[in-house]
Every structure is written in C-alpha cells, then in structure tokens.
Nanobody, 126 residues
Framework: QVQLVETGGGLVQAGGSLRLSCAAS????????MAWFRQAPGKEREFVAA????????YYADSVKGRFTISRDNAKNTVYLQMNSLKPEDTAVYYC???????????????????WGQGTQVTVSS
C-alpha cells in the first residue's frame, strides 16, 4: 500500500519561507516521479511542481517559478518543496502525489497521478 505523508506546513508572513516534506512508503521510491499540487478554498486543485525519479527533470507552474524548488532524497524516500518569497495567494492545502507507473516523467495533469497524500496547510499572511 502506497502511503504519502506531508509535513512542514504552517503560518508564515508574506515574504517568508517554508519547506514541505513528503515521506513515501509501500514501494520502491526511487523509480517513480513525484509532484506537488495545491488547493485553495473554493478552487480546483492545481499543479505546483514535479520531479522525475532521479531528480534530473523538474517542472514548475508559472506562478511559482523562481520562488519554489522541488527536490528529492531517494535514500530517505522523501520529496521536498522549498517555498521562498511566499505570497498570500500561495495559501492552500499542499498535496504530494505519485503515479502508479514507474520510470515515467510526469507533468502537471492531475490524471497522471494515482496516489495522493492527505495534505498540509500553508497559510501566508499579508
């Protein structure tokens, strides 16, 4: 059973930073792409960033480019999202996700991902 557990959310002032972590278990972590999505109240869940299984390929939503960095540590079965220069519009529940199929470079479509974590709340105050 694949499990994804996000941690690291919280309340931060605009301009501040947070680092989210997502710990994966239940299968071999190092052969699957990982991604972060977010969902603000009343809005659709949207893509934030994705990373390939070895970390060599990354994708970002335009809204976070230059501010957020996705990375992974395959030895720790964990993917990270470093968020800098946070804005109030970054307020959302952040979810990590992973596909069922290994060795696939995934992008920003929700349908590419089969397993999701429970989410962690990020609130940015102005």
């Amino acid at each position: 059973q694949v499990q994804l557990v996000e941690t690291g959310g919280g309340l931060v002032q605009a301009g501040g930073s947070l680092r989210l972590s997502c710990a994966a278990s239940g299968r071999t972590f190092s052969i699957y792409s990982m991604a972060w999505f977010r969902q603000a109240p009343g809005k659709e869940r949207e893509f934030v960033a994705a990373i390939s299984w070895r970390g060599g390929v990354t994708y970002y939503a335009d809204s976070v480019k230059g501010r957020f960095t996705i990375s992974r540590d395959n030895a720790k079965n964990t993917v990270y999202l470093q968020m800098n220069s946070l804005k109030p519009e970054d307020t959302a529940v952040y979810y990590c996700a992973t596909p069922r199929v290994p060795y696939r470079v995934t992008g920003g479509e929700r349908t590419e991902y089969d397993y999701w974590g429970q989410g962690t709340q990020v609130t940015v105050s102005s």
